[in-house]
C-alpha cells in the first residue's frame, strides 16, 4: 500500500507564495507521473501542473509562469511552488502519483487527502 500526504497549504494575501509537498511512502519501486490537480467549490477538478520521472512538466495556461512543480526523487516527493497567488487559485490541492509498485512491478495511481489553499487579504 503507499500513501501520498501533502502539506504546505495555507492562508495568503494575493499577491504571495506558497510551497505545497507531497509525500509518498509504502511499497514504492519508482515513481512515474506525478501531478497536482486542483478543485474549487462547485467546480470540476482540474490539473495544475505534471512532471514525468525524467522532469519534464506541463501546466495549466493558468498557472504557467506563476507555478512551478518539481521533484524529488530520492525522496518520493513532489513539491509545487506558487508564486503571484491570485484570488482565482483558491481550491483544495491534490497530488497524485503513478506508483511501480515494489512487489509486482505494476502501476497503480494514488491520490492524497488535499490541502486546502486560501487567497484573501
Known amino acids: 500500500q503507499v500513501q501520498l500526504v501533502e502539506s504546505g497549504g495555507g492562508l495568503v494575501q494575493p499577491g504571495g507564495s506558497l510551497r505545497l509537498s507531497c509525500a509518498a511512502s509504502?511499497?514504492?519501486?519508482?515513481?512515474?507521473?506525478m501531478g497536482w490537480y486542483r478543485q474549487a467549490p462547485g467546480k470540476q477538478r482540474e490539473l495544475v501542473a505534471g512532471i514525468t520521472s525524467g522532469s519534464s512538466t506541463n501546466y495549466a495556461d493558468s498557472v504557467k509562469g506563476r507555478f512551478t512543480i518539481s521533484r524529488d526523487n530520492a525522496k518520493n516527493t513532489g513539491y509545487l511552488q506558487m508564486t503571484s497567488l491570485k484570488p482565482e487559485d483558491p481550491a483544495v490541492y491534490y497530488c497524485?502519483?503513478?506508483?511501480?509498485?515494489?512487489?509486482?512491478?505494476?502501476?497503480?495511481?494514488?491520490w492524497g487527502q488535499g490541502t486546502q489553499v486560501t487567497v484573501s487579504s
Open positions: 497524485n502519483a503513478d506508483v511501480v509498485s515494489d512487489s509486482s512491478r505494476r502501476v497503480f495511481r494514488y
Open positions: 509504502g511499497s514504492i519501486f519508482s515513481i512515474n507521473v
